[in-house]
């Protein structure tokens, strides 16, 4: 009954995006967001602080393009330019004690999180860049902080205290790792890719470990995610990771995950944008020679276009599309 009804699904889907396409002004804010890439202006930014500020920083506009399934567009001298910048201006390891972090380093900007390197590595990847050549020190990192209970967290007590790993921070690694393991059959990351896989099982994709709704805004979607979490999200690489090692999956969690993610679709089987997850974010800015955080980040004009709120969004659609038909793979 699920595999029948997951092919019904699909067909819909599938149907539907074959009518869909980017209009003129969307490519047309692709192409302005490639341009700017390249400017002056963004090359400058990124040799000052590859990340910061949020949102209106070259980083951030990268990643939407690759979101969007745009990464032909993300100029080459843009992508040398922030591995150039990573290498140099991070560490190259995540300080877990005050102790570790050298004198002279700024932890918000000189301390790489696990979601912004994986959500770049996995820019890279699909710009045709081989990130464990670009950033040696990526393997190892992917092996160091990998959890006890399969993921990453951004908080490094957990290190230290908690040993629980964060949804944000672990699904841009597991994501990246994805991409370099059907490259390069890396050993290490098979079993932090099997880790992961075990861990978002363990959690019924978006659950705490008593099976309790850990936050219900992960039940709606955002487009561009950059580091937000929600179910299609982790059900897209719990089904993708499963095709890819010849695994399945629990029906029981699949079918759970189908019927929340059911609440935004359209009478046409595509996705529909539900929440605007970043609209309360703060950042990092910089004041002369002085970096202060400020209450609420910036923004640009295709974030807008792209992240409203109620309209249906391609690359949210394709992946519910990929998912499904990876599903259908799997299922019995």
């Known amino acids: 009954m699920l595999k029948q009804s997951i092919e019904k699904m699909s067909r819909l889907t599938r149907k539907s995006l074959s009518e869909r396409t980017w209009d003129d002004n969307e490519h047309r804010a692709f192409k302005s967001l490639s341009e700017e890439l390249t400017s002056t202006l963004a090359l400058e930014s990124i040799q000052l602080d590859p990340y910061w500020p949020k949102w209106n920083s070259p980083w951030w506009k990268a990643l939407l393009l690759s979101e969007a399934g745009m990464s032909e567009l993300i100029p080459k001298q843009f992508v040398e330019g922030i591995i150039e910048a990573m290498n140099r201006h991070y560490l190259h390891y995540f300080p877990l004690v005050e102790t570790d972090i050298p004198a002279g380093c700024e932890p918000y900007r000189h301390i790489l999180c696990h979601c912004a390197l994986g959500n770049m590595c996995r820019l890279f990847e ?45 699904l841009p690694m597991l994501e990246a790792m994805l991409l370099i393991y059907k490259r390069t059959g890396d050993e290490t990351l098979k079993k932090n890719l099997e880790a992961g896989a075990q861990y978002l099982i363990n959690h019924a994709v978006y659950k705490s470990s008593t099976g309790k709704l850990i936050t219900d805004i992960w039940l709606q979607l955002s487009f561009p995610r950059y580091y937000d979490y929600d179910v299609l999200r982790g059900l897209s690489f719990l089904a993708e990771w499963a095709v890819l090692f010849g695994k399945t999956l629990p029906p029981a969690i699949v079918a759970d995950c189908l019927k929340q993610i059911e609440p935004a679709l359209d009478e046409s089987g595509l996705l529909r944008i539900t929440e605007d997850k970043i609209a309360v974010e703060g950042s990092l800015m910089q004041n002369g020679s002085v970096w202060e955080w400020k209450e609420k980040a910036s923004r640009f004009t295709a974030l807008d276009m792209f992240g409203k709120v109620g309209i249906v969004s391609l690359p949210l659609s394709r992946q519910w599309l990929s998912t499904l038909e990876h599903l259908h793979i799997i299922m019995e």
Do not use: Q
């Open 126 to 170: 699909l710009r045709g860049y081989e990130t464990d050549k670009e950033l040696p020190w990526f393997i190892d990192w992917c092996a160091r902080y990998l959890l006890p209970d399969g993921g990453y967290n951004c908080d490094e007590a957990a290190y230290t205290k908690s040993g629980k790993s964060s949804f944000l921070s672990t």
